[in-house]
């Protein structure tokens, strides 16, 4: 009788899954609902991917969610494939091994292109991650159809401007994102998001290490900027890239835009306005943001033979 017990036991046991505690480490590879996880470089990173066609890779800034794209991803799914990246190593900082450099990240982005056995990609990317699609279209023009910067740094000099943009991204480790949301969107300028919603919005920092990963990227951006790390590889560009320009962008004025046409080779170089739309013009005008992009790889992959 107590033999057939301890079989018994031991055989629910391992049946049935050990529940996980609540002073259990997270796993580097749980992700949100709907993503999918790939490793690149052996760092996990989380994406969403829809649609068919033209594959276009969407880089989120950091500490964003892949959710701040999702109107314009449902609108440019129905044309295209596309895949929304989570920004790398908030979710298991531990892989990034303290390296949160625009050059790993670059790396790591054409690592996932690899990984995810595409040959070729039209990139995409706002303010920070503008800068990197750019900086990807620079250095694996091998793997780069064209490139798409929506208010982008790409050609940013340091100014009192660019440092009021650092600042106010701060606030979105330190627990403040809801005095940095109305400063990226005339929608949420005049609503702001509901406490829900602004949890869907951003990667959580689940602890401290995210938050000092958050801080490290921070830093690492900042060097960027002071460096002019992009702005140099911008001059050299060989594939078409659009730049899209929110007409009431709180961060970036006309003259960086001016800067952009005299830096970036006329041949490959396009420039757009969206009138009504903050720095998230994707955000305040999606319908209109879509069919430029649209617009634009079409014509491009016309022009090329792809």
């Not at 990034?96 to 990317?125: P, T």
């Not at 480790?173 to 919005?201: F, V």
Request: net charge neutral; proline share 7%; hydrophobic share 40%.
């Amino acid at each position: 009788m107590i033999l057939r017990t301890v079989c018994l036991l031991i055989t629910v046991s391992l049946i049935l899954p050990v529940p996980r505690t609540a002073s259990a480490k997270p796993n580097p590879d749980d992700i949100p609902p709907g993503h999918q996880s790939v490793r690149a470089g052996n760092v996990p990173i989380a994406y969403t991917d829809q649609g068919e066609g033209e594959p276009l890779i969407i880089l989120t800034p950091y500490r964003f969610s892949t959710a701040i794209w999702n109107d314009l991803a449902a609108r440019l799914s129905s044309s295209m494939r596309v895949i929304v990246v989570e920004p790398p190593g908030l979710r298991a900082p531990k892989s990034m091994k303290g390296d949160f450099s625009d050059i790993r990240l670059l790396e790591l982005y054409r690592d996932l292109v690899k990984a995810l056995g595409l040959s070729q990609v039209h990139i995409l990317g706002v303010g920070e991650s503008g800068m990197e699609a750019a900086g990807f279209g620079h250095h694996w023009p091998n793997l780069t159809k064209s490139i798409i910067s929506i208010n982008g740094l790409e050609v940013a000099k340091w100014s009192d401007k660019v440092q009021a943009m650092l600042e106010a991204l701060k606030q979105a480790g330190s627990g403040e994102e809801a005095s940095l949301i109305p400063t990226l969107s005339l929608r949420w300028r005049d609503k702001t998001p509901a406490r829900e919603e602004m949890d869907r919005l951003f990667v959580p920092l689940g602890d401290r290490k995210s938050q000092k990963a958050f801080e490290i990227r921070l830093a690492a951006y900042r060097d960027s900027l002071r460096s002019g790390f992009v702005p140099f590889m911008v001059e050299n560009l060989n594939k078409p890239i659009l730049l899209i320009r929110s007409q009431e962008d709180q961060f970036l004025t006309e003259d960086y835009y001016n800067r952009a046409q005299q830096i970036i080779p006329e041949s490959v170089f396009q420039y757009e306005v969206v009138p009504d739309a903050g720095h998230f013009a994707f955000v305040d005008q999606p319908d209109k943001v879509a069919e430029l992009i649209r617009a634009f790889v079409a014509k491009n992959v016309e022009s090329q033979g792809y």
